[in-house]
């Protein structure tokens, strides 16, 4: 496995350069400090992993969908101070495959390599806790299905977003906007389709994330 580091901190670098030098078949083929760089690199690089953290200086999220773009079968695990969990949700949605704090065990900032080399998601507990406390599951997530394009929704698809996230059923849905149970679960499954997620809860996930609803309303009714 071929390695890329990624990080304007000399420092980090060497730590997860030195973490990374005890492990067999694996080998760090560059150092980057920068966006530019990194996208320089990979393209004179043969690279497999990528270990970035898109919060240093000289980085930014916008870098991963564009290193995905110019070789798709590259793996990305960031690896990040502390972030919200609207930033994580971002970065997944972006392309990162797997996610560690750098204040993780070295343990599993290791196992995070192994996996996400082997094709694997990887999230260390604290990020889990993070967007588990933001009742974001990412089980409900199809990050395949994410795309860096922008999506586009109907009018009509914005409206029934906000129905959904407010929990109406499909026929309740049908009723208010006088149209057919048919014509609901049509526009339903457009709408997983369009957003890239499975259930109703990646529905209602992207409601919150794009303001379509507010956050407030469940935590009044969680209370309640």
Known sequence: MKVVLADSNDLMRLGLRTILSSLPNLSVVAEVKNNADLLETITSFDVNLILIDYT???FDIDVIPKIIQKKPSLKVLAVTPEQSAQTLVDALR?????YVKKDCDLGEIVDAVKETGKGKKFFCGQILETI???NIDVNDMDFDGFTCEPVILSERESEIIILIAEGYTNNQIAEKLFLS??????H???IMAKLGVKNTAGIVMYAVKTNLVSPNKFLFAAEN
């Open 188 to 190: 339903r499954k457009n």
């Open 181 to 186: 149970n048919h014509t609901i679960n049509t």
């Open 94 to 98: 972006s392309g990162v495959q797997s």
């Open 132 to 134: 588990q406390k933001a």
């Open 56 to 58: 240093s200086m000289g």
